[in-house]
């Protein structure tokens, strides 16, 4: 029998360990035992792919790159390592040469329905959805057990309006792999679309059953809720979203807004500041003064609005809403200011005249009142118009 030599046992123990540390998932010496490896054989094949693997699973993608082409030039019908190669550049974004390596590992092996899935995801990713629609489908030609193209296949449908369409292949993801928790959550956003708020329910909660992991499931459902006027339903879910995302502002503002529409005025004034404290962003500030105001704390409302207009000297909404919260507590001057910032910033906008004007008219101006409601009907407003009209104006 005839015997290994001495440099065929030394490649055979390196390989050995490599693979041995790349199911242990210990990168780092698989790539050093692939190395030593291909110091014994520089043309071995799977050591070459592996050791390109183990790159491109640790981020070093040039190297990744050069492997597999290296691996291509000793075998270059090898379709395997084009959908590899085409992995690394969809890493790194090179979209064009990703597009080349799918479309060869695809003339290599036309039955490979692993290239038609990426080169689909690719053209997702690319927001070209009908490309994707299409290279979906010759995936689940060839393999229509795929679940993930499934789920991906009717997240397209979903991009470009097809609802029914979406459903369809959605549920037939769900179907294939009950524990493909996005599969759900994507039906529940489909099913959510054409106003199918139960369905979208039960899909979200069955996202969540499988998976209580995924905030964007919480999100939707909570959504949903508060399209079906469930306040609390919704509150519950924020609550639950913000313990998961304590960094997170959304969680808070979303829970604000669910407290403002139940008029559970300082409940929310409490979560927006949540908010702020995390994220100091300008329309939080708005929604704040929202709150102070329906409960009438005008100076604490023009303070939240004074704070938008820092961060954003040309927010004409907090302007305006900075106005009417100044006309309300009587500081018709700063009321004054503000809708004439309005106005320099847009010279044709009616709700910062007729307010003006009702400045003018607590003032008992009556002449500075008509001007400004007559520009405010100019420029729009026609309850205005029908004001002036009928009190003999026009």
């Not at 393999?143 to 449908?157: E, F, T």
């Not at 403002?260 to 404290?277: G, S, V």
């Amino acid at each position: 029998m005839k015997q290994l030599s001495k440099k065929s046992k030394e490649e055979n123990r390196y390989k050995h360990n490599a693979i041995t540390n790349l199911q242990n998932k210990n990168y780092q010496k698989a790539i050093e035992n692939f190395i030593k490896a291909l110091e014994q054989d520089p043309t071995d094949i799977y050591c070459l792919k592996m050791l390109a693997y183990c790159y491109y699973v640790t981020g070093a993608y040039d190297s990744a790159i050069k492997l597999y082409n290296r691996v291509l030039k000793i075998k270059p019908d090898l379709a395997d390592v084009y959908n590899n190669l085409g992995n690394v550049y969809y890493k790194i974004n090179n979209f064009d040469e990703a597009i080349k390596a799918y479309e060869n590992a695809i003339k290599y092996s036309p039955e490979n329905h692993n290239a038609y899935f990426n080169l689909a995801n690719l053209h997702m990713h690319k927001e070209d959805y009908y490309k994707a629609i299409e290279f979906y489908h010759k995936a689940l030609e060839i393999n229509d057990k795929n679940a993930k193209a499934c789920n991906n296949l009717g997240n397209a449908y979903y991009q470009v309006e097809q609802y029914d369409k979406a459903i369809e292949y959605l549920e037939k993801a769900a179907k294939l792999d009950g524990n493909l928790a996005t599969a759900y959550n994507n039906l529940g956003n489909a099913y959510s679309k054409i106003g199918k708020m139960k369905e979208a329910i039960d899909a979200y909660k069955n996202s969540i059953f499988v998976n209580p992991d995924i905030p964007d499931t919480y999100k939707n459902l909570a959504i949903t809720h508060i399209e079906n006027n469930e306040y609390e339903k919704a509150i519950h879910l924020f609550k639950k979203l913000s313990v998961m995302q304590p960094q997170d502002p959304m969680p808070f503002i979303n829970l604000g807004h669910s407290h403002f529409e139940k008029k559970e005025y300082t409940k929310a004034i409490d979560n927006y500041l949540n908010a702020i404290f995390l994220d100091p962003r300008p329309e939080f500030y708005i929604y704040l003064g929202d709150a102070y105001s329906e409960k009438r704390a005008w100076d604490k409302a023009m303070e939240a609005y004074d704070k938008t207009i820092q961060k954003d000297p040309s927010n004409a909404v907090a302007l305006v809403k900075l106005g009417i919260a100044a006309t309300n507590s009587g500081n018709y001057h700063k009321a004054i200011e503000a809708f004439q910032k309005v106005i320099e910033l847009t010279p044709t906008h009616p709700e910062a005249y007729y307010n003006l004007g009702r400045v003018y008219a607590l003032k008992e101006d009556k002449a500075n009142q008509i001007h400004y409601y007559k520009l405010a009907a100019k420029y729009g407003d026609k309850d205005v118009y029908n004001w002036l009209k009928e009190n003999g104006y026009l």
